[in-house]
């Protein structure tokens, strides 16, 4: 009796640790989260992710703040390699994915123009 509660012990200790997840299985956008191109980046993360846009975000399935910071890390990282133009592009392929989600009903835009307009004014592109 005693043996098999030692068993049944060491496999929920065995299997547990077998399902915690590692760094390496974590979502690609969730590892990516401290290594942003700089720092105007990390304020803009800042803003999207406030507890005042959830409910703005609750409609749209594509989580287009994600989308959105990939999108401005990668201006951020063009800026730096010296191409403003591919930078310009990618901010405002960034913004598109707001708008598009105006169209698609997801939001209003006048929920979504604070958010725009914080990007905009801190974008230094």
Known sequence: MRG???LCALS???GGVALMPSQGEAAAWISDVDSYAASWVKEIEQELLKKDYRD???NDP???QVVVLRLLNQAAKAQEAG???LAQQLTQKALEVFEDGVRKHYYTRSEIEPIMTFIREHVPI
Request: charged share 15%.
């Open 62 to 64: 594509r989580t287009p």
């Open 83 to 85: 191409d403003n133009t």
């Open 4 to 6: 098999s509660a030692v």
């Open 56 to 58: 703005v975000y609750a």
């Open 12 to 14: 929920l200790l065995i």
